[in-house]
């Protein structure tokens, strides 16, 4: 339902563009979101946006670095990283959720998860 690509390796400094592709249920979801979860740590909210795209919501640690976006003609989600730091390193996962925008920061509130992608920062 859903495929996240675009991680690597990248400098500290340098910038990544990670892309989730939609498909079935996921494709009118009401929110995507965004997290990422680093070896020995939960899984945190990095950023979500609502279907039309007018409203985004972001980590205060990533507020100025990341944006989210996403073409519903294409079925797909982007998350643009710039200024990446070592502390963004980690898997980073899409997910989907169906109805409401409540809570969009809360992993509980998505119905749908993509498989990951590794995103690792060198300094």
């Known amino acids: 339902q859903l495929q996240a690509s675009g991680g690597g390796l990248v400098q500290a400094g340098g910038s990544l563009r990670l892309s989730c592709a939609a498909s079935?249920?996921?494709?009118?979801?009401?929110?995507m979101g965004w997290f990422r979860q680093a070896p020995g740590k939960e899984r945190e909210f990095v950023a979500a946006?609502?279907?039309?795209?007018?409203?985004?919501y972001y980590a205060h640690s990533v507020k100025g670095r990341f944006t989210i976006s996403r073409d519903n003609a294409k079925n797909t989600a982007f998350l643009q990283m710039n200024s990446l730091k070592p502390t963004d390193a980690a898997v980073y996962y899409c997910?989907?959720?169906?109805?409401?925008?409540?809570?969009?920061?809360?992993?509980?509130?998505?119905?749908?998860w993509g498989q990951g992608t590794l995103v690792t920062v060198s300094s």
């Open positions: 079935g249920r996921t494709v009118s979801s009401s929110v």
């Open positions: 946006i609502n279907w039309g795209g007018g409203r985004t």
């Open positions: 997910a989907a959720k169906l109805y409401g925008s409540n809570n969009p920061w809360d992993p509980m509130e998505y119905n749908y």
